[in-house]
């Protein structure tokens, strides 16, 4: 599609797609870029562009993305999570948290924003608080392991929780893939 009509925008944001699912975020970088050269006010194109950066370590870039994209959609829960998680890689975790809360308050039934919010009342050592909230995200998503504890990293201590490879620690029966780090914190009670 690209090579018969070279300024229809779509083909690029499908081909960006494709590229961030093969995990392949550098190429689709660049789709998304000529994408919004020709529709620079597109919030959905800035979201995936904003996740492409994300996944590539530039929280600064990601940061103008999702606040852009915001700007144009200020319901919309998952930029406001997407957003959060630039904050934290950016070690910011103050305005993450009013992200998260932001998201929270537009859609209070997502699990994943009660986890990433966990993680940030752990790095603050609200530990009650921690597992308020992931007892709050397994109720939303009942396939969470039971016992999820968050890992230590000293080379990335700002890791967010999809990172932090959740465990269940009381082995149901799920095949557990995660993997093994050392030095867990528990936040599960017996």
């Known amino acids: 599609a690209i090579e018969l009509e070279p ?48 996944v590539l370590k530039n929280a600064k870039q990601a940061l ?10 200020n319901t919309n829960p998952d930029l406001y999570y997407h ?16 992200n998260l809360e932001d998201a929270i308050r537009i859609n209070p039934n997502q699990a994943n924003f ?17 597992r308020e909230d992931i007892k ?11 016992d999820i504890r ?8 700002d890791r967010w929780y999809e990172e932090t490879f959740l465990t269940d620690q009381n082995k149901t029966g799920d095949k557990d893939t995660s993997e093994k780090l050392e030095n867990f914190t528990s936040l599960g009670g017996d």
């Open 114 to 130: 009660y986890l990433a919010r966990a993680f940030l009342w752990h790095k603050e050592g609200k530990s009650i608080l921690a």
């Open 150 to 157: 968050f890992a230590t990293d000293p080379k990335n201590p």
């Open 64 to 73: 103008e993305d999702f606040t852009a994209a915001i700007k144009q959609d």
């Open 83 to 98: 957003r959060a998680k630039a904050y934290m890689q950016l070690g910011d975790d103050g305005q993450a948290m009013a």
């Open 7 to 54: 300024e229809y925008d779509v083909a690029y944001i499908h081909r960006g797609s494709a590229y961030s699912g093969m995990d392949r975020p550098e190429d689709a970088l660049k789709d998304y870029d000529k994408a919004l050269e020709m529709d620079p006010t597109n919030g959905d194109l800035l979201k995936k562009r904003g996740r492409a950066y994300f």
């Open 136 to 146: 709050r995200a397994q109720f939303f998503d009942p396939s969470l392991p039971k």
